[in-house]
């Protein structure tokens, strides 16, 4: 069983940026569909951005275009979020997920996906 272990989480001040990491123990067809979603308090998860490590497509929540940007490295099995201008409301629990979907169906947030971490606190002050 493939384990996601996110890090990089954190304080910092609105305006401020954070470097979220997610280093999977494998590399295959369960985790070509890489996510980070999040949780604050009282809301329900939602899906921040994805990526397709074969095709390098991407997707993103409309709240962070322009401001978030996911990446990986295949070599090291790792996925990014790079988080810049970071605001109060980005303040949640960012987990890491994996899935086997195909590109088309990485695009989309849903259905959940089939593997994920034990999440990293993001706090932003204003």
């Known amino acids: 069983q493939i384990q996601l272990v996110e890090s990089g989480g954190g304080s910092v001040q609105a305006g401020g940026s954070l470097r979220l990491s997610c280093a999977a123990s494998g590399y295959g067809r369960s985790t070509r569909c890489m996510g980070w979603f999040r949780q604050a308090p009282g809301k329900e998860r939602e899906g921040v951005a994805t990526?397709?490590?074969?095709?390098?497509?991407?997707k993103y929540a409309d709240s962070v275009k322009g401001r978030f940007t996911i990446s990986q490295d295949s070599a090291k099995s790792t996925v990014y979020l790079q988080m810049n201008s970071l605001k109060p409301e980005d303040t949640a629990m960012y987990y890491c997920?994996?899935?086997?979907?195909?590109?088309?169906?990485?695009?989309?947030?849903?259905?959940?996906?089939?593997?994920w971490g034990q999440g990293t606190q993001v706090t932003v002050s204003s």
């Open positions: 990526i397709y490590t074969g095709r390098v497509t991407t």
């Open positions: 997920a994996a899935d086997n979907r195909d590109w088309v169906q990485c695009l989309q947030f849903s259905p959940p996906f089939a593997l």
